[in-house]
């Protein structure tokens, strides 16, 4: 009782206050965080953002629309390769790599998107994957002086990894901003409508196919751009990293894990399992993936609505 | 930064105007919700990123006030495609920093005494990107003094670089490839014999037979170093006077290589050169059986090197050459270090196998770098990568001496070997060779009997 | 390189064949789960590869042929499928796809690292390798004949059962509309549990017919190859259909191989997607599918 009546103290009194207050201080500690002398673990937070966007862009479709993409990582990949031969054969300007890889990827959703979203369910998921594999398959057979093929491409390191990090948090941040504020507006009220009945939703009169190809869209610009930063950073890619399946599987579950069509869940889901993830694989090499199998089991079968379906349950039932 | 952070805003602002609604958010009253998940996302963030770095901190090693030891670090596959031979890697390191800690570790003039060494591994997961990430971690976080490369040409290509730009020697102990030397970098180090000349043996050996076979097909995989191998082995061959009937490259992981083996059975290939990796290597010879293709002489890479092999195919194994970089049965006599019959006793010893040269090239690598840090006199890259762009010595693994503007390796040749009654036995050059070699081999029929 | 022989022709044919045929046998298993249940069981290659060290065990310690070991194959994926069933996927049955997929993916590491744990990377084999078969210029694997014998039968067995015993109609029935059967007095539950094991006992099966057909050497990666190659099939020959399947199959291998022979050997991968990404835009159901 007691969490509760603090709980419905701050939702009543100043809330808003507390709230922003809260969010800025988490942001400060980010913002000042490289010249604290933290500096080593940038890279850990720094693939941190990664995930936390790329399971929060996936959640767009995956987690509001209901529509699994499970070739999600086609659009960080083709965002880091858009940049990397933009940067590495054209010598093109950073700034405009990375908003290349942005459009590139939304124009990729539209021509995946058409044709795809017209299947449901397990077809669309199986569609997106093997659509990823198509495209990986692409980029080896295609001409070295091109794309790189299977040796990959190495980018100038023009950033320093300071630099990148800064990118990426910004881009983490408008990525949740993006998504909290579309969630709340009539595009995220379709979404949300075509997952439950999608025919429903058709009936009602919401333009179903421009609100999936919107949503897909979305979810499409902001894993591109992660993944052209993140070209940045490593400074190197190539087809089976950049498209790699494992990658796609990791944040569908980190998103499950904290909890689908919420907002805060991927962020919550990323942040705990990358966290987890990194340190058992850093101290046992080879136990590591068995143990990271056995949580998502685990999540799957006790915990399908996630850590924040789980939270609501318990603690915010009194509230409503 | 900032900059692309405003452009976005502003697009989403003016892309959600036209859409948000207050009637319907004051309906939804999903504000509750999100604030409630905001103070949850808050509090576990930070409870998580503290924890996080606290795991960190606590679990990682203190780094050292001075200089108390030397850090040694690389990314291996651990798991993935290469977790048998990596492995192997992996032991022949951790048995070279035993040996030389037994020692009190290696003395460096710098420091007027004996440094010990400390390795640091990670798994790759036999995956490029992830070993890319894996040496900018070594370099920048784990602060290692000098670096291992990882196992396989590719994944060399791609996390040399890395090492390069932070001036880290890297010792590509299992990079054969020539590209990887080719770029300029600087601090790369070469200690295999370069990918191109894994089949001069085999035909300068073919160049010796008498009738001499004529033709020869060269089948090889996607990889580097398959293909630079393959090319390699064409110039040499024609070099050498012999005609290249049939050169084709298959994908990796093929289940069926009956159609390049047909062909190369059409054209009458008499040698059959396979820039093979384990699997397909067992594929060819079962295959070549199949369709009753009988080349007078097999030569394998890497496959045949294993006991595997054996295990595998059984009989049909015998006969087949493998171009290997070392075996425990070569004669070679080291200048420091332990002589290949020394390390392959200790390797039983610790480990309860026979070592393989994946361990040996381990080994050997670590040798080196031991040794370029004792004539240097110093932890410094740059020193270190000079002097050993000027020594010339023996080891186990055999003679050493890089190119000093690209370290590429230059003195080291491999052996061959064959398979006979069960056991690999290194048959050329003939005056390290253990026994004779059979020549031709016998077809699939006349072996049936 | 083409060379345009007839032999080679025939050769290719028949490898092609042999190699559908196999090829069919590891995707029922996949199709029969789906069609019953709409779960897309991802670990399929796992399984596949635990079949194959079944195989393994058995030739090195009972000294007996992969085809001759088959029931006992069967018999303990049989066995492991049902325990999977009653574990793991009974919780996500009705539940949205993602939840499978993730499930058995989740399962697919798990099993695959484990292996790796408990018999390391070695690769190991089972000697026995018959001489071809010769017909005329074509020479024929045995290894593989047998395996695309084998399969065969065994498709026709599984077709067998499914319409003429009762379970089998049972089975078809669920797959067809769970609630009508329900409604008509079958035991949903005993069902899926029979029909999860039986697929995942086909697939075991099927991995011991790869040790002799298709793959030279056993290692816990094995499987995942095939993985993608049964996907493929699946969605060409209709999801739910196993003899969509099996023509699924025949056609997957015989273009792969006829690739291989006549245009260039490292096309192959790149062709099954493409096929799997025409199918999924132009006929989604598939050949013998329902339609959507």
Same mark, same amino acid.
């Given at each position: 009782?007691?969490?509760?009546?603090?709980?419905?103290?701050?939702?009543?009194?100043?809330?808003?206050?507390?709230?922003?207050?809260?969010?800025?201080?988490?942001?400060?500690?980010?913002?000042?965080?490289?010249?604290?002398?933290?500096?080593?673990?940038?890279?850990?937070?720094?693939?941190?953002?990664?995930?936390?966007?790329?399971?929060?862009?996936?959640?767009?479709?995956?987690?509001?629309?209901?529509?699994?993409?499970?070739?999600?990582?086609?659009?960080?990949?083709?965002?880091?390769?858009?940049?990397?031969?933009?940067?590495?054969?054209?010598?093109?300007?950073?700034?405009?790599?990375?908003?290349?890889?942005?459009?590139?990827?939304?124009?990729?959703?539209?021509?995946?998107?058409?044709?795809?979203?017209?299947?449901?369910?397990?077809?669309?998921?199986?569609?997106?994957?093997?659509?990823?594999?198509?495209?990986?398959?692409?980029?080896?057979?295609?001409?070295?002086?091109?794309?790189?093929?299977?040796?990959?491409?190495?980018?100038?390191?023009?950033?320093?990894?300071?630099?990148?990090?800064?990118?990426?948090?910004?881009?983490?941040?408008?990525?949740?901003?993006?998504?909290?504020?579309?969630?709340?507006?009539?595009?995220?009220?379709?979404?949300?409508?075509?997952?439950?009945?999608?025919?429903?939703?058709?009936?009602?009169?919401?333009?179903?196919?421009?609100?999936?190809?919107?949503?897909?869209?979305?979810?499409?610009?902001?894993?591109?751009?992660?993944?052209?930063?993140?070209?940045?950073?490593?400074?190197?890619?190539?087809?089976?990293?950049?498209?790699?399946?494992?990658?796609?599987?990791?944040?569908?579950?980190?998103?499950?894990?904290?909890?689908?069509?919420?907002?805060?869940?991927?962020?919550?889901?990323?942040?705990?399992?990358?966290?987890?993830?990194?340190?058992?694989?850093?101290?046992?090499?080879?136990?590591?993936?068995?143990?990271?199998?056995?949580?998502?089991?685990?999540?799957?079968?006790?915990?399908?609505?996630?850590?924040?379906?789980?939270?609501?349950?318990?603690?915010?039932?009194?509230?409503? | 930064?900032?900059?692309?952070?405003?452009?976005?805003?502003?697009?989403?602002?003016?892309?959600?105007?036209?859409?948000?609604?207050?009637?319907?958010?004051?309906?939804?009253?999903?504000?509750?919700?999100?604030?409630?998940?905001?103070?949850?996302?808050?509090?576990?963030?930070?409870?998580?990123?503290?924890?996080?770095?606290?795991?960190?901190?606590?679990?990682?090693?203190?780094?050292?006030?001075?200089?108390?030891?030397?850090?040694?670090?690389?990314?291996?596959?651990?798991?993935?495609?290469?977790?048998?031979?990596?492995?192997?890697?992996?032991?022949?390191?951790?048995?070279?920093?035993?040996?030389?800690?037994?020692?009190?570790?290696?003395?460096?003039?710098?420091?007027?005494?004996?440094?010990?060494?400390?390795?640091?591994?990670?798994?790759?997961?036999?995956?490029?990107?992830?070993?890319?990430?894996?040496?900018?971690?070594?370099?920048?976080?784990?602060?290692?003094?000098?670096?291992?490369?990882?196992?396989?040409?590719?994944?060399?290509?791609?996390?040399?670089?890395?090492?390069?730009?932070?001036?880290?020697?890297?010792?590509?102990?299992?990079?054969?490839?020539?590209?990887?030397?080719?770029?300029?970098?600087?601090?790369?180090?070469?200690?295999?014999?370069?990918?191109?000349?894994?089949?001069?043996?085999?035909?300068?050996?073919?160049?010796?037979?008498?009738?001499?076979?004529?033709?020869?097909?060269?089948?090889?995989?996607?990889?580097? /170093?398959?293909? !630079?191998?393959?090319?390699? &082995? +064409?110039?040499?061959? %024609?070099?050498? $006077?012999?005609?290249?009937? =049939?050169?084709?490259?298959?994908?990796?992981?093929?289940?069926?290589?009956?159609?390049?083996?047909?062909?190369?059975?059409?054209?009458?290939?008499?040698?059959?050169?396979?820039?093979?990796?384990?699997?397909?290597?067992?594929?060819?010879?079962?295959?070549?059986?199949?369709?009753?293709?009988?080349?007078?002489?097999?030569?394998?890479?890497?496959?045949?090197?294993?006991?595997?092999?054996?295990?595998?195919?059984?009989?049909?194994?015998?006969?087949?050459?493998?171009?290997?970089?070392?075996?425990?049965?070569?004669?070679?006599?080291?200048? /420091?270090?332990? !002589?290949?019959?020394?390390? &392959? +006793?200790?390797?039983? %010893?610790?480990? $309860?196998?026979?070592?393989? =040269?994946?361990?040996?090239?381990?080994?050997?690598?670590?040798?080196?770098?031991?040794?370029?840090?004792?004539?240097?006199?110093?932890?410094?890259?740059?020193?270190?990568?000079?002097?050993?762009?000027?020594?010339?010595?023996?080891?186990?693994?055999?003679?050493?001496?890089?190119?000093?503007?690209?370290?590429?390796?230059?003195?080291?040749?491999?052996?061959?070997?064959?398979?006979?009654?069960?056991?690999?036995?290194?048959?050329?050059?003939?005056?390290?060779?253990?026994?004779?070699?059979?020549?031709?081999?016998?077809?699939?029929?006349?072996?049936?009997? | 390189?083409?060379?345009?022989?007839?032999?080679?022709?025939?050769?290719?044919?028949?490898?092609?064949?042999?190699?559908?045929?196999?090829?069919?046998?590891?995707?029922?298993?996949?199709?029969?789960?789906?069609?019953?249940?709409?779960?897309?069981?991802?670990?399929?290659?796992?399984?596949?590869?635990?079949?194959?060290?079944?195989?393994?065990?058995?030739?090195?310690?009972?000294?007996?042929?992969?085809?001759?070991?088959?029931?006992?194959?069967?018999?303990?994926?049989?066995?492991?499928?049902?325990?999977?069933?009653?574990?793991?996927?009974?919780?996500?049955?009705?539940?949205?796809?993602?939840?499978?997929?993730?499930?058995?993916?989740?399962?697919?590491?798990?099993?695959?690292?484990?292996?790796?744990?408990?018999?390391?990377?070695?690769?190991?084999?089972?000697?026995?390798?018959?001489?071809?078969?010769?017909?005329?210029?074509?020479?024929?694997?045995?290894?593989?004949?047998?395996?695309?014998?084998?399969?065969?039968?065994?498709?026709?067995?599984?077709?067998?059962?499914?319409?003429?015993?009762?379970?089998?109609?049972?089975?078809?029935?669920?797959?067809?509309?769970?609630?009508?059967?329900?409604?008509?007095?079958?035991?949903?539950?005993?069902?899926?549990?029979?029909?999860?094991?039986?697929?995942?006992?086909?697939?075991?099966?099927?991995?011991?017919?790869?040790?002799?057909?298709?793959?030279?050497?056993?290692?816990?990666?094995?499987?995942?190859?095939?993985?993608?190659?049964?996907?493929?099939?699946?969605?060409?020959?209709?999801?739910?259909?196993?003899?969509?399947?099996?023509?699924?199959?025949?056609?997957?291998?015989?273009?792969?191989?006829?690739?291989?022979?006549?245009?260039?050997?490292?096309?192959?991968?790149?062709?099954?997607?493409?096929?799997?990404?025409?199918?999924?835009?132009?006929?989604?159901?598939?050949?013998?599918?329902?339609?959507?």
């Amino acid at each position: 009782m007691k969490i509760s009546d603090i709980l419905k103290n701050s939702r009543n009194v100043a809330s808003k206050g507390l709230h922003y207050g809260v969010y800025m201080t988490v942001l400060a500690v980010l913002i000042v965080l490289p010249y604290t002398g933290f500096v080593p673990r940038l890279s850990l937070l720094f693939y941190l953002f990664m995930f936390i966007i790329g399971a929060q862009s996936f959640n767009i479709m995956g987690g509001y629309t209901g529509y699994v993409c499970f070739g999600h990582v086609a659009f960080i990949g083709a965002g880091a390769y858009i940049t990397a031969v933009l940067m590495a054969r054209m010598m093109i300007s950073p700034y405009l790599a990375i908003v290349a890889a942005g459009i590139g990827s939304m124009v990729l959703a539209v021509i995946i998107g058409y044709p795809c979203l017209r299947l449901r369910g397990a077809y669309f998921a199986i569609a997106t994957l093997s659509i990823n594999e198509a495209i990986k398959v692409l980029i080896l057979y295609l001409p070295e002086e091109w794309v790189g093929g299977y040796y990959g491409i190495t980018l100038p390191p023009i950033y320093t990894p300071v630099e990148c990090y800064y990118s990426m948090l910004g881009l983490m941040l408008a990525t949740i901003i993006v998504t909290y504020r579309v969630v709340n507006s009539k595009l995220g009220f379709g979404l949300v409508a075509i997952r439950e009945d999608e025919d429903a939703a058709e009936f009602v009169g919401i333009d179903t196919t421009k609100c999936k190809i919107l949503a897909f869209m979305l979810s499409a610009f902001f894993a591109g751009v992660a993944g052209g930063i993140d070209a940045w950073f490593t400074t190197y890619i190539e087809p089976y990293g950049a498209f790699g399946i494992p990658k796609t599987t990791e944040m569908i579950a980190m998103c499950m894990f904290g909890g689908a069509g919420t907002i805060a869940g991927p962020i919550l889901g990323s942040a705990i399992l990358f966290l987890v993830g990194d340190f058992l694989w850093a101290r046992l090499p080879y136990l590591h993936m068995i143990i990271f199998s056995v949580i998502i089991l685990v999540v799957v079968l006790f915990m399908p609505q996630g850590l924040m379906g789980w939270l609501k349950e318990k603690y915010f039932k009194i509230l409503r | 930064m900032v900059l692309i952070l405003n452009i976005i805003e502003s697009f989403i602002k003016i892309f959600n105007n036209s859409k948000n609604e207050k009637g319907l958010r004051k309906m939804l009253s999903s504000r509750a919700i999100t604030k409630m998940q905001a103070i949850a996302i808050i509090a576990v963030v930070i409870i998580a990123a503290i924890v996080g770095s606290l795991a960190y901190y606590i679990s990682a090693p203190p780094p050292p006030p001075k200089k108390e030891e030397i850090v040694i670090g690389c990314s291996i596959g651990l798991t993935g495609r290469y977790a048998e031979t990596g492995r192997f890697c992996l032991n022949g390191i951790m048995l070279w920093s035993e040996w030389i800690n037994a020692q009190g570790g290696i003395y460096v003039k710098e420091y007027g005494r004996k440094l010990p060494v400390r390795i640091i591994y990670y798994d790759d997961k036999s995956e490029k990107e992830t070993a890319v990430k894996l040496y900018e971690k070594l370099c920048t976080e784990d602060k290692v003094d000098f670096t291992l490369g990882p196992y396989a040409s590719d994944m060399v290509f791609a996390a040399s670089p890395i090492s390069d730009k932070y001036k880290r020697i890297c010792i590509s102990y299992m990079g054969a490839s020539e590209s990887i030397f080719e770029r300029g970098l600087k601090y790369v180090i070469g200690v295999l014999t370069p990918a191109s000349l894994y089949f001069d043996t085999t035909l300068r050996m073919a160049a010796t037979l008498d009738p001499k076979p004529r033709t020869v097909a060269i089948l090889h995989t996607t990889e580097l /170093f398959s293909i !630079t191998a393959a090319k390699g &082995a +064409e110039k040499i061959a %024609k070099e050498l $006077g012999f005609e290249v009937v =049939y050169m084709e490259g298959y994908e990796k992981d093929a289940k069926d290589l009956t159609p390049l083996l047909s062909k190369a059975k059409a054209l009458k290939a008499e040698i059959l050169l396979g820039a093979t990796y384990f699997p397909d290597s067992v594929l060819m010879v079962r295959q070549c059986k199949e369709i009753d293709y009988n080349p007078k002489i097999y030569s394998l890479l890497i496959g045949p090197l294993l006991k595997d092999f054996y295990d595998v195919l059984g009989k049909d194994a015998e006969y087949v050459f493998g171009s290997s970089e070392w075996e425990v049965g070569a004669g070679y006599k080291p200048d /420091f270090g332990p !002589t290949p019959k020394e390390f &392959a +006793e200790m390797h039983v %010893k610790r480990y $309860g196998y026979i070592p393989s =040269y994946h361990a040996a090239a381990a080994f050997a690598g670590c040798l080196i770098l031991q040794k370029g840090i004792e004539e240097a006199g110093s932890l410094d890259n740059d020193k270190v990568r000079e002097t050993l762009g000027k020594l010339k010595f023996t080891t186990l693994y055999g003679p050493w001496q890089i190119d000093p503007k690209t370290g590429l390796q230059i003195a080291h040749r491999n052996v061959l070997t064959q398979w006979q009654k069960g056991k690999l036995v290194v048959v050329y050059p003939y005056e390290i060779a253990e026994a004779k070699l059979l020549y031709p081999t016998p077809t699939w029929a006349e072996r049936a009997k | 390189m083409m060379i345009l022989e007839t032999p080679l022709i025939f050769q290719a044919i028949v490898m092609g064949i042999l190699l559908g045929g196999i090829y069919g046998m590891i995707s029922i298993g996949l199709t029969l789960i789906f069609g019953v249940m709409e779960v897309i069981n991802v670990a399929h290659g796992a399984f596949l590869m635990l079949g194959a060290y079944m195989s393994y065990w058995t030739f090195l310690f009972l000294g007996v042929n992969p085809l001759i070991s088959l029931p006992l194959s069967f018999l303990l994926s049989f066995i492991i499928g049902a325990g999977v069933y009653l574990l793991f996927i009974r919780r996500v049955i009705g539940a949205p796809p993602l939840m499978s997929l993730l499930l058995t993916y989740g399962l697919s590491v798990f099993i695959l690292n484990s292996a790796l744990l408990a018999w390391g990377p070695t690769y190991r084999g089972i000697l026995w390798a018959p001489p071809p078969i010769v017909i005329g210029e074509v020479h024929v694997p045995t290894g593989r004949l047998g395996a695309c014998i084998v399969a065969l039968a065994s498709s026709a067995l599984l077709h067998i059962f499914l319409y003429k015993t009762h379970i089998g109609k049972s089975i078809r029935a669920v797959a067809q509309d769970r609630q009508a059967a329900a409604l008509m007095g079958v035991d949903v539950d005993r069902i899926f549990i029979t029909a999860f094991a039986i697929g995942i006992a086909i697939v075991g099966m099927a991995g011991s017919l790869i040790t002799v057909g298709t793959e030279p050497s056993i290692q816990p990666y094995m499987g995942e190859w095939y993985t993608l190659r049964a996907f493929t099939i699946v969605v060409l020959g209709g999801l739910g259909s196993p003899t969509g399947a099996l023509v699924g199959g025949f056609i997957i291998g015989l273009i792969e191989t006829l690739i291989a022979y006549f245009i260039h050997p490292v096309l192959s991968p790149a062709i099954s997607f493409i096929i799997l990404v025409l199918t999924l835009l132009i006929r989604p159901s598939g050949i013998l599918g329902e339609a959507q």
